[in-house]
């Protein structure tokens, strides 16, 4: 069975950082993508940022040289480094990997909660 799980979150001011983790288990194939997701209260689960085996990263644009995201296959850990944090990203931050060639949405942590005080 393949299990995410999530750590990192918590309760940081405006301009402060937070960093993401985790780790996924099970047995994975080495052609993934991994990434990071955010839902914020009463809206969609959107993508923040995601990186492929090879490291490849897509970012959204309200992200964009404020988060890293970043993989380590050996550990099959993926990390999301969180600076300038802003308000508008309160949200629970869901861990994913899927494969590109079977779609779908593949699998999923059980979420980590991210509040950003003004």
Same mark, same amino acid.
């Given at each position: 069975q393949v299990r995410l799980v999530e750590s990192g979150g918590g309760l940081v001011q405006t301009g402060g950082s937070l960093r993401l983790s985790c780790v996924i288990s099970g047995d994975i194939f080495s052609i993934n993508e991994m990434g990071w997701y955010r839902q914020?209260? &009463?809206? =969609?689960?959107? @993508?923040?940022? *995601?990186i492929t085996n090879s490291g490849m990263t897509t970012y959204a644009k309200s992200v964009k040289g404020r988060f +890293?995201?970043?993989?380590?296959?050996?550990? %099959? +850990?993926?990390? @999301? =480094?969180? %600076? *300038? @944090?802003?308000?508008?990203?309160?949200?629970?931050?869901?861990? %994913?990997?899927?494969?590109?060639? @079977? &779609?779908?949405?593949?699998?999923? &942590? =059980?979420?980590? =909660?991210? +509040?950003?005080? *003004?």
């Open positions: 914020a209260h &009463g809206n =969609q689960r959107d @993508l923040v940022a *995601s +890293t995201i970043s993989r380590d296959n050996a550990k %099959n +850990t993926v990390v @999301l =480094q969180m %600076n *300038s @944090l802003k308000p508008e990203d309160t949200a629970v931050y869901y861990c %994913n990997m899927r494969y590109e060639h @079977l &779609g779908g949405e593949g699998y999923w &942590g =059980q979420g980590t =909660q991210v +509040t950003v005080s *003004s």
